[in-house]
């Protein structure tokens, strides 16, 4: 099986067809997909201008969403780096206890649905290495938070386990991201839960 780098040069190949090159596209996000496959692909194609369903979008369009992607994949695996070398050497230090921090990223290793997405159609329009950027930094922060840690609103209605979605939690109506409960403070959890249902995004 072809890795991500493989596929990545597959994708620029220009001797390949416009659609192996939009498949080898698609096969990158089973290695690297921050919102889940499906949301991941509906961002990149707004983002480089083709529709989800288009077999012959135009190369150099395809060749812009790799960009971005790579772009985000290249912060994420820098953070793998940084996180497992300073828990190594927590534990050579004696520091065994397991925080918030350990529990989210033993949850995203990979790189698939670190920042799950509500709806496929709904995610926010920032680049994707900026919104991994700030996802991390409220998570190293350490400190829980009323506002989303991607687009800062302080609106959110608590998506349930039998929704569909990649996991269940408090989501931001502006942007759709599901935050980890551990980043919000429990006044914005307790309303989150109140606004639960379908309805709380119909209303955004």
Same mark, same amino acid.
């Given at each position: 099986?072809?890795?991500?780098?493989? !596929?990545?040069? &597959?994708?620029?190949?220009?001797?390949?067809?416009?659609? &192996?090159r939009r498949t080898a596209l698609r096969k990158c996000l089973e290695r690297f997909a921050p919102y889940g496959h499906r949301a991941t692909w509906h961002h990149l194609c707004t983002r480089a201008g083709f529709a989800t369903q288009d077999r012959d979008p135009d190369p150099a369009r395809l060749v812009a969403a790799l960009t971005?992607?790579?772009?985000?994949?290249?912060? +994420?695996?820098?953070?793998?780096?940084?996180?497992?070398? =300073?828990?190594?050497? /927590?534990?050579?230090?004696?520091?065994? &206890?397991?925080?918030?921090?350990?529990? +989210?990223? =033993?949850?995203? +290793?990979?790189?698939?649905?670190?920042?799950? #997405?509500? $709806?496929?159609?709904? *995610?926010?329009?920032?680049?994707?290495?900026?919104?991994?950027? =700030?996802?991390?930094?409220?998570? /190293?922060?350490?400190? %829980?938070?009323?506002?989303? %840690?991607? #687009?800062? @609103?302080?609106?959110?209605? +608590?998506?349930?386990?039998? @929704?569909?979605? %990649?996991?269940?939690?408090?989501?931001?109506?502006?942007?759709?991201? !599901?935050? %980890?409960? $551990?980043?919000?403070?429990?006044?914005?959890? @307790?309303?989150?839960?109140?606004? *639960?249902?379908?309805?709380?995004?119909?209303?955004?």
């Open positions: 099986m072809a890795g991500f780098r493989a !596929l990545a040069e &597959q994708v620029r190949n220009p001797r390949l067809v416009t659609a &192996q971005e992607l790579e772009e985000a994949r290249a912060l +994420w695996l820098a953070y793998e780096e940084e996180f497992a070398a =300073r828990r190594r050497k /927590e534990k050579h230090e004696g520091v065994r &206890q397991v925080g918030a921090l350990d529990e +989210w990223h =033993r949850r995203t +290793w990979g790189g698939c649905d670190i920042v799950p #997405c509500e $709806s496929p159609q709904r *995610h926010p329009a920032a680049r994707l290495a900026e919104v991994l950027r =700030r996802m991390i930094a409220a998570m /190293e922060a350490g400190r %829980p938070r009323r506002d989303c %840690p991607v #687009c800062g @609103s302080t609106r959110f209605a +608590w998506v349930p386990d039998e @929704s569909g979605c %990649p996991a269940a939690g408090p989501a931001c109506r502006e942007c759709g991201v !599901l935050a %980890p409960a $551990s980043v919000l403070t429990p006044d914005a959890l @307790s309303t989150a839960a109140v606004r *639960h249902g379908a309805g709380a995004f119909a209303a955004a």
